[in-house]
């Protein structure tokens, strides 16, 4: 047979195989307009029933439609409608929205209780973190540059006086932008990228993380211990915790993510390391997630409302108002009758 005729029989055979098809892919055509256009609540139960058989009918056709080397048209369209199907039969029901609601409602604190001893540990080395830069500092105050890096100390220097600190911790608010915009971004992404950091250094059997929740602890250890030498010590813990309770719980957050990782490295059990990570790795990044976004909240207490509560009473109770509701919803939000169960540790 010459070239034009094998070309016209390909051509039959692809209008005969069109024709005897082609109202099957309309009408999953119809159904997934319509999910696209208004969820799967928009089809009724036999039309839901008829989508995944329609999906299937598709994928036949393209498999068809590949050995008998069709137009390609036709495959393209073939291949786009399978794809447009295969995410509406096998992808997620609800929108981005709902989910990021379902997550921050019970995803989150769940997953949360689930790390609480390695949460635990995270505070324990932040405590003891503290606890030497304070020793540290209050021994010799030399040593505040060298823990405290300089553009995180600023003006608030070892011999700068009881007012030269006191007038740090009181400035006034420095309006909207300057507040909201500018200070509350920056805190926002300098404090997202330690968080992070503390995270995903967990694959290095979370000697790092380690060494960041000590550091952080020094840091805010010697930060106290500076304005303790001029009796300013009520003054900085308002000052700190006013912001501090929400970015401190953040990055213990981000830490215990990280002893998660390292946990399942080190200690894999019965699974494989790489099962043990796929399995736990997901839940230890969506806490972290979880956590970038109370650093949000955290850089908008910092870069504003610090300011707007100008007395350390009033940055007491708010720091304790902060407290009381993050234990609330990290203990009883999204609670069920599995809860314990699934929270076992390890």
Known sequence: MNESGRRGEILLRSAQFRRRREEGWKRLEILLERMESGGAASLSADEAQKLPLLYLGALSSL???????????LLLYLEDLS????????????????????????GFPRAVR???????????LFL??????????RHDPAHYSTIIPAELAGER????????????LFTPWPGFVNAFVVFANSLFRHNAVIGVLGFGLGFMLGLPTMFL??????????????????????????????HGVTETTAILLCGASGF??????????????LENLARHGRTAAGVTAGAVGLLFVAGLIEGGFRQLINDTPGRYAFALMTAA??????????????????????
Do not use: C, Q
């Open 63 to 73: 498999s068809v439609a590949r050995n008998i080397a069709l137009d390609r048209d």
């Open 157 to 168: 220097l070892p011999g700068a006086g009881g007012e030269e600190l006191r007038r740090h």
């Open 213 to 242: 929740m000590i550091y952080n602890g020094m840091i805010v250890g010697a930060f106290v211990a500076l304005h303790a030498e001029y009796g300013l010590t009520a003054d900085v813990v308002g000052w700190l915790a006013i």
């Open 114 to 124: 689930g790390m609480r001893w390695h949460l635990a540990a995270a505070l324990a």
């Open 128 to 137: 003891a973190g503290t606890a030497a830069g304070y020793a540290l500092v």
């Open 260 to 273: 998660v990782l390292a946990e399942k490295i080190v200690f894999p059990g019965r699974l494989s390391r």
């Open 83 to 106: 794809l447009r199907a295969y995410l509406a039969v096998y992808g997620p029901r609800a929108t981005a929205m709902e989910m990021a609601g379902e997550f921050f409602r019970a």
């Open 325 to 346: 509701l993050w234990l609330y919803y990290f203990a009883r939000i999204g609670r069920g009758p599995d809860d314990d169960l699934d929270n076992r540790p390890g």
